[in-house]
């Protein structure tokens, strides 16, 4: 078999879990598989690169930052290629220069566009274990790119697609997916398996055991991915096409604390106005989340949304450059909320799995700010110093006491 294994930054913190993952891979390569690996940055060393980059200069240029943070992987690649010589294995380690990963150029948040796999090819073809760099692409520009954070996962299965992979297995410090984080949530249960669709949906939701680009590239190349533990050997999670899962309501509950509310206060009431907000923000590329518009009332209303806390400063500062065009009166915003969602194919056609979620948050006595639902999912934007809280009354609600319809 052709088998991808991705290690994440946990998993290679140290020269002791280098070692661990190396017998893990050769365990796979001895069984008479060819092995691909590929790696994140050891333990925080992309937090801490950003923060030396920060020390020079508090903003820093998106280019120079993407060639500081890739550094991070290719040492990880390296000591792991030692790490397998060591054990008496043939291995090579690559970046995306010398793979060939190519990238659309937005620097931070690249996304990859093509992957070569000759040079892969070639060098398993030399019975080597092949070493990529993750979280890294090439622009048009022949420039650097990172995928956005936690994108080691979309390159392994990236790779995994491209090589029509037998198998892309995501090791990571937890054992599987849960129906909730389980730092959160202690009686959080794992799921044996979860389809794309609602993987998908969690991990766009901010639960973070998998980027988001990952769990849509494996549902567009069919990838078999197995999400589980690099220091047990249990037997983790699979998401798939169809799961049985779709026996219950609910999958799993995501929180997002990355949120903030922003809200134009006495917007004149005329039509196109939500088309002149929104078209701002798509010009400057930041995503708008949940949208609520009050009422008209005496010909002036107001309109809420949200935008990733990362995205406040600049979204404010694009607002207030063009108040007299769009027309309001003040703005207010909030950086400390957070989006707590649950998610489950089973729930469109059940308007109890609503009522069930306001009645846990009403028992905790947390207020809601907004809602939002889709087929799948129904989320709430709450204040962040509730979020712990809010998360564990409706997983409780929804996994330790069930929910009747
Ligand atoms: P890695 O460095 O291996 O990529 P991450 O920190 O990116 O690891 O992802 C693993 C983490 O995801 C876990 O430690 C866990 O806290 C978090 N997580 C969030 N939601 C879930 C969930 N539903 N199931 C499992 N883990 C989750
Ligand atoms: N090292 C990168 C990060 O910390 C990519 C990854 O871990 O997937 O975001
Ligand atoms: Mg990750």
Redesign the pocket.
């Given at each position: 078999m052709l088998i991808v294994q991705?290690?994440?930054?946990?998993?290679v913190a140290n020269a002791d879990k280098i070692q661990k993952a190396a017998q893990r891979i050769v365990d796979t390569y001895k069984n008479g598989h060819k092995v691909i690996v590929v790696l994140?940055a050891q333990g925080d060393t992309t937090d801490d690169l950003i923060a030396k980059a920060k020390e020079i200069n508090p903003e820093p240029s998106k280019r120079e930052l993407d060639m500081l943070m890739a550094t991070g992987e290719q040492q990880s690649c390296a000591l792991m290629a030692m790490a397998i010589h060591r054990l008496g294995f043939p291995a090579i380690s690559l970046n995306a220069v010398q793979v060939g990963i190519s990238a659309f150029p937005q620097y931070g948040n690249a996304r990859i566009s093509r992957m070569k796999c000759d040079r892969i090819y070639s060098e398993l073809e030399r019975n080597s274990i092949v070493i990529v760099t993750g979280f890294q692409g090439i622009n048009q520009y022949g420039d650097i790119s990172t995928l956005g954070r936690?994108g080691?996962?979309t390159t392994a299965v990236a790779i995994a697609a491209e090589m029509q992979a037998d198998l892309c297995e995501?090791?990571?410090?937890?054992d599987?997916?849960?129906?909730?984080?389980?730092?959160?949530v202690k009686n959080?249960k794992?799921l044996k398996e979860i389809s794309y669709d609602e993987m998908l949906e969690?991990a766009s939701l901010?639960?973070?055991?998998?980027?988001n680009r990952s769990v849509e590239l494996a549902k567009k190349y069919n990838v078999r991915l197995v999400?589980r533990s690099?220091i047990t050997d249990a037997e983790g999670?699979v998401v798939k096409e169809e799961s049985q899962m779709e026996s219950t309501y609910i999958s799993?509950?995501?929180?997002d604390r990355e949120t903030a509310q922003i809200t134009l206060i006495g917007m004149k009431d005329d039509p196109g106005m939500a088309f002149k907000i929104f078209s701002f923000m798509a010009k400057n590329k930041i995503s708008v989340d949940i949208i609520i518009q009050s009422i008209g009332r005496q010909s002036v209303k107001d309109i809420s949304f949200t935008v990733s806390t990362e995205n406040l400063a600049d979204t404010i500062n694009l607002l207030e450059k063009n108040k007299d065009f769009i027309g309001y009166s003040h703005i207010m915003h909030d950086a400390n909320q957070a989006k707590l969602s649950v998610v489950g194919a089973g729930m469109a056609t059940n308007p109890g799995v609503a009522a069930a979620m306001f009645e846990a948050l009403s028992d905790a006595n947390i207020s809601i700010n907004m809602i939002s639902t889709s087929e799948i999912k129904i989320s709430v934007l709450i204040d962040e110093r509730d979020a712990e809280q809010a998360v564990r009354y409706v997983h409780n609600r929804f996994f330790e006491q069930g929910v009747e319809f």
């Open positions: 991705k290690f994440g930054g946990s998993s994140s936690g080691s996962d995501i090791y990571t410090d937890v599987g997916v849960y129906t909730a984080d389980p730092r959160m959080a794992k969690l901010g639960a973070v055991v998998l980027h999400v690099s999670t799993g509950i995501a929180l």
